[in-house]
């Protein structure tokens, strides 16, 4: 069975009415990255960042999946799929994905201050300051932050290394190291690129490139993935 690998960006989830960090001149909700995504942020106020992130993943959970999420897990009947994704929301899962790789962290868990391995699933509730793990540290939002090291990213990147093929969609390949990935595509691989903005991006000839939202350019990759794999 053919392999797909999909990286995918935030791009694919505002297509559910979530926004994105780019599209919003750089501010999250009128708040600096640098103040509500990094450990300096953190160390600073975390009572902002736990109330950041806790709006957030009510926003998410509201979020529906998309018709491009649904399509990319129907391509599980037919390929090997991997889907590789820089969003900390589960709408891949929830429309249908088996194998999915967050680098950047799941918004709907909680981590450990004192250890990163403690993780634990959030389901309805919020973080709030006082909330402990099991060793007596405080809580923090399982994400990895601006500054931080991305622990899924060897995973990603030898998921990428035997990929037939490569779709890129709905991220502007700018944000690193999840940008990088493509480096580790063997040289036959097919790629495609899908994003409104393509055009302005700096891409070999031989990429196929569709400049159409997630859900209009489905048309399109059923048609690339018949010659693709």
């Not at 037919?78 to 918004?107: A, K, M, P, Y």
């Not at 309805?124 to 990213?153: A, S, T, Y």
């Not at 097919?190 to 994003?195: L, P, S």
């Not at 159409?212 to 350019?217: E, G, R, Y």
Request: aromatic letters at 8%.
């Amino acid at each position: 069975m053919k392999k797909l690998v999909v990286l995918s960006g935030a791009g694919i989830s505002a297509e559910s009415g979530i926004s994105t960090f780019r599209d919003a001149g750089g501010l999250w909700e009128g708040h600096e990255v640098t103040k509500v995504a990094s450990p300096e942020g953190w160390n600073e106020n975390p009572a902002l960042v736990l109330d950041f992130y806790n709006q957030r993943r009510r926003q998410i959970r509201q979020a529906k999946p998309n018709k491009a999420h649904q399509f990319l897990a129907t391509l599980e009947h037919n390929f090997h799929v991997e889907i590789v994704t820089q969003n900390v929301d589960d709408l891949h899962e929830r429309g249908g994905s088996t194998r999915v790789t967050h680098l950047h962290g799941e918004i709907l868990k909680a981590q450990s201050t004192i250890d990163p391995q403690l993780v634990y699933p959030l389901d309805n509730k919020d973080i709030e300051l006082g909330d402990c793990c099991e060793l007596g540290g405080q809580l923090r939002p399982f994400i990895v932050w601006f500054g931080e090291q991305v622990p899924m990213l060897q995973q990603a990147a030898l998921q990428v290394s035997t990929a037939d093929a490569l779709l890129i969609i709905g991220t502007s390949l700018q944000v690193y190291p999840a940008a990088g990935l493509v480096q580790y595509c063997r040289p036959a691989c097919q790629i495609a690129v899908v994003d409104p903005k393509v055009q302005e991006m700096w891409l070999p000839e031989n990429y196929f490139c569709i400049a159409k939202t997630a859900v209009n350019a489905l048309p399109e990759l059923e048609d690339w993935l018949k010659t693709a794999l």
